[in-house]
C-alpha cells in the first residue's frame, strides 16, 4: 500500500522559509514523477511544483522543489513565504509527470503552512 507522508509544515512569518518533506513507501517509484499541490480555504488545489525521475522540474518562482531517490523522499524549499502562501500543502505521486491533480492516483495527508504577516 503506497503512503505519503508529508512533514515540515508550520507557521512562519513573512518573509521567512520552510523546507517541506515527503516520504513514499509501500511501492516502487522508479521513473514516478512526485509533486506538490496546495489547497487554501475555500480554494480549489492548486499546482505547485512537479519533478520527474530524473529531476526535471516545473516550479514557479520562489520555490525549489529536489528529490532523493535512494530514500524516495521529494523536497520543497520555499523562500520569500508570503501570507497568501498559507494552506494545507499536499504531496502525490504518479506515474505520469502532469501540473494537473487528476494525474496523480496517490496522496499524502497534507502539511499546514502558515505565513503570518
Known amino acids: 500500500q503506497v503512503q505519503l507522508v508529508e512533514s515540515g509544515g508550520g507557521l512562519v512569518q513573512a518573509g521567512g522559509s520552510l523546507r517541506l518533506s515527503c516520504a513514499a513507501s509501500?511501492?516502487?517509484?522508479?521513473?514516478?514523477?512526485m509533486a506538490w499541490f496546495r489547497q487554501a480555504p475555500g480554494l480549489e488545489r492548486e499546482f505547485v511544483a512537479a519533478?520527474?525521475?530524473s529531476g526535471a522540474v516545473s516550479v514557479e518562482g520562489r520555490f525549489t522543489i529536489s528529490r532523493d531517490n535512494a530514500k524516495n523522499t521529494v523536497y520543497l524549499q520555499m523562500n520569500s513565504l508570503k501570507p497568501e502562501d498559507t494552506a494545507v500543502y499536499y504531496c502525490?505521486?504518479?506515474?505520469?509527470?502532469?501540473?494537473?491533480?487528476?494525474?496523480?492516483?496517490?496522496w499524502g495527508q497534507g502539511t499546514q503552512v502558515t505565513v503570518s504577516s
Open positions: 519533478i520527474t525521475w
Open positions: 502525490a505521486t504518479s506515474p505520469t509527470y502532469s501540473s494537473d491533480s487528476r494525474s496523480y492516483p496517490y
Open positions: 509501500g511501492g516502487t517509484f522508479t521513473n514516478y514523477a
